[in-house]
């Protein structure tokens, strides 16, 4: 199968195509010295303006870092929203089904099924690997039309080799969702858009740029693709706040390699930590900012994490035994240890 010259406009709900996008008027024209009487807003307040709809200088400054066009960015209220648009942009209610591994990041079937799409899970061997043979015979059974790929994947961690496979042979809409790309040390899908119109590559603020709190998450793909998410997007829906302070970052030294190579350093000295504790059965690799472990047993080490108010995902019993535990400072990591290693089961 050929993808590279998939018709999108065929893989749209019929009324998506038809639907005018908001257009806020001072957004989409330039004024020297404009008086601001349009929106009804207040004229006292130091943010008594709407925000830029559009997120111009935000997209612009991405779009020179990326090696893009603007017109291939849209910008989220943290990627959970672009998730959302993307389900709603593809997916008719009550007739088409996504497709996502198992396990992985819950949040594509949470939405899918508010929009009441068939979630269907293509389940990961021992390695947490797709098989590519099980790839294959769910997508020539089922109607899919949006595929979430997590790469490093959450919860297990690792990355998915061979993403072009996937975009060749998926007849929809490939979401590569690179939400912790920048602990992989891998290549971002981000260089295959220029052939695959029907990849959609998602990126965040909330992990490696350690600003989860701002809600900035960012869609990457075809300008036919980011016209549709601009189009079925809320008008406003990134803060002044939020593109202030994520532009200030943007601009300044260095924060993004320091906040990784310090992540890093943690990673490395927590995992050596890990090894030879008694509670600990296995640690799995990982290409991101957490591990995924498997515990002995799984409920008493939970509990007494609980107990010194130590906050873990537990992951038990979708992934029998699991919790997910994120790297945090040298301070954070060495109360975690000195209980793990406390615990005798």
Same mark, same amino acid.
């Given at each position: 199968?050929n993808n590279?010259t ?5 893989l749209?709900r ?9 257009i806020?008027?001072r ?7 404009p008086?601001?009487l349009d ?9 008594n ?6 997120q !111009? ?7 020179? #870092?990326?090696n ?6 849209a ?12 389900i ?9 089904a996504?497709?996502?591994?198992n ?20 389940n ?6 797709i098989v590519?043979?099980?790839?294959l015979? &769910?997508?020539?059974?089922e ?14 961690g ?12 998926f007849n929809?809409i ?11 040390g891998k !290549? ?14 998602l990126?965040?603020?909330? !992990? ?9 998450g960012?869609?990457?793909?075809? =300008? ?5 998410i ?6 406003? /829906? ?7 302070l994520i ?6 030294? /260095?924060r993004?390699?320091e906040n990784v ?8 000295w #927590? ?9 600990i ?5 990982t ?21 010194e ?7 038990d019993p979708?992934?029998?035994g699991? &919790?997910?535990?994120? &790297?945090?400072?040298?301070? =954070? ?13």
């Amino acid at each position: 199968m050929n993808n590279t010259t998939i018709n999108i406009k065929s893989l749209v709900r019929d009324n998506i195509l038809k639907l005018q996008p908001y257009i806020s008027f001072r957004d989409h024209n330039e004024f020297d010295t404009p008086t601001f009487l349009d929106a009804n807003e207040s004229p006292f307040g130091e943010y008594n303006r709407y925000p830029d709809s559009t997120q !111009k200088t935000l997209k612009n400054k991405l779009a020179g #870092l990326k090696n893009l066009s603007p017109q291939q960015i849209a910008i989220g209220n943290g990627s959970d929203e672009l998730i959302d648009l993307i389900i709603k942009i593809f997916c008719e209610p009550k007739k088409d089904a996504i497709l996502m591994m198992n396990p992985s990041f819950a949040m594509y079937g949470f939405y899918a099924t508010i929009n009441e799409n068939k979630v269907v899970q293509l389940n990961l061997n021992e390695n947490f690997e797709i098989v590519k043979d099980d790839f294959l015979n &769910i997508i020539n059974d089922e109607p899919l039309k949006v595929f979430f790929l997590c790469s490093p994947n959450n919860p297990t961690g690792n990355s998915t080799e061979d993403v072009e496979f996937y975009l060749q042979n998926f007849n929809g809409i490939v979401v590569v969702d690179e939400a912790y790309i920048e602990f992989s040390g891998k !290549k971002s899908s981000l260089e295959l858009l220029v052939q695959y119109p029907n990849l959609i590559v998602l990126q965040t603020f909330s !992990k490696a740029w350690g600003i989860a709190g701002a809600r900035v998450g960012m869609a990457y793909a075809s =300008e036919e693709i980011i016209r549709l998410i601009n189009t079925v997007k809320t008008p406003y /829906n990134v803060n002044v706040l939020s593109q202030e302070l994520i532009l200030n970052c943007l601009n300044g030294e /260095n924060r993004l390699e320091e906040n990784v190579n310090k992540i890093l350093t943690e990673r490395d000295w #927590l995992q050596g930590q890990l090894e030879g504790i008694e509670c600990i059965d296995k640690v799995f690799p990982t290409d991101a900012n957490f591990f995924l472990i498997r515990m002995k047993n799984v409920e008493e080490v939970y509990g007494q994490m609980l107990e010194e108010e130590i906050l873990t995902s537990r992951r038990d019993p979708a992934i029998p035994g699991c &919790i997910r535990i994120n &790297i945090g400072n040298r301070q =954070e990591n060495e109360k975690l240890i000195n209980l793990l290693k406390s615990i005798s089961l």
